[in-house]
């Protein structure tokens, strides 16, 4: 359990590496000006519940799921730093306790805030050699004010999003209920 700490100014937050660190719940922890990872979960650490935390100005990803499956990520407030929510499949094999298949499966992001980032949830790398993002949900999250809201690449055009709100303009207001205009790159699906 890790419930109710504070990370201010700090290089990085919560790390679980390897597959002997999952289950884990990280529960309303605030994270503020951190210039690396608010939450870091890799190398096979799965079955992790994120879950009420608030995020102000993380330099580089609030949550990174990297080669990690089956997390729940829910009820984050996320805002004006770069990355919300990033799901990759690559596996950095630094965790002296083994690290999991290079693969993200079966995440749920659903009912949190990003607001005012360069991306919000990005799902997936940009060549499918470098493995897997299959089965992720983005669901009943709201968008407001971000370069880009989701971001879909390689492998993972099966990544259910649904039920999610759009503010282009952060002044909260729901601009679609449904924001039409994925497009495909080479490299993925984007919207806006």
């Given at each position: 359990?890790?419930?109710?700490?504070?990370?201010?100014?700090?290089?990085?937050?919560?790390?679980?590496?390897?597959?002997?660190?999952?289950?884990?719940?990280?529960?309303?922890?605030?994270?503020?000006?951190?210039?690396?990872?608010?939450?870091?979960?890799?190398?096979?650490?799965?079955?992790?519940?994120?879950?009420?935390?608030?995020?102000?100005?993380?330099?580089?990803?609030?949550?990174?799921?990297?080669?990690?499956?089956?997390?729940?990520?829910?009820?984050?407030?996320?805002?004006?730093?770069?990355?919300?929510?990033?799901?990759?499949?690559?596996?950095?094999?630094?965790?002296?306790?083994?690290?999991?298949?290079?693969?993200?499966?079966?995440?749920?992001?659903?009912?949190?805030?990003?607001?005012?980032?360069?991306?919000?949830?990005?799902?997936?790398?940009?060549?499918?050699?470098?493995?897997?993002?299959?089965?992720?949900?983005?669901?009943?999250?709201?968008?407001?004010?971000?370069?880009?809201?989701?971001?879909?690449?390689?492998?993972?055009?099966?990544?259910?999003?649904?039920?999610?709100?759009?503010?282009?303009?952060?002044?909260?207001?729901e601009d679609y209920s449904y924001r039409a205009g994925y497009y495909q790159t080479?490299?993925?699906?984007?919207?806006?």
């Amino acid at each position: 359990l890790m419930l109710d700490n504070q990370f201010a100014n700090v290089g990085s937050g919560i790390q679980l590496c390897g597959v002997d660190t999952g289950h884990a719940l990280i529960q309303r922890n605030r994270f503020e000006q951190v210039r690396d990872y608010g939450i870091h979960v890799a190398d096979g650490s799965s079955g992790n519940r994120i879950e009420d935390n608030h995020f102000e100005g993380v330099s580089q990803t609030a949550i990174e799921l990297q080669a990690s499956s089956r997390n729940r990520v829910t009820g984050n407030h996320i805002a004006d730093g770069r990355f919300g929510v990033s799901m990759s499949p690559r596996s950095g094999g630094f965790c002296e306790t083994g690290g999991g298949l290079p693969t993200v499966f079966a995440n749920d992001v659903s009912e949190n805030e990003f607001i005012g980032l360069e991306r919000g949830v990005r799902a997936g790398v940009g060549s499918r050699a470098e493995g897997p993002a299959w089965h992720n949900a983005i669901t009943d999250n709201g968008f407001a004010d971000n370069q880009n809201d989701v971001i879909l690449l390689g492998d993972s055009s099966d990544t259910l999003i649904d039920g999610n709100r759009w503010d282009a303009y952060g002044e909260r207001v729901e601009d679609y209920s449904y924001r039409a205009g994925y497009y495909q790159t080479s490299y993925g699906y984007y919207s806006r």
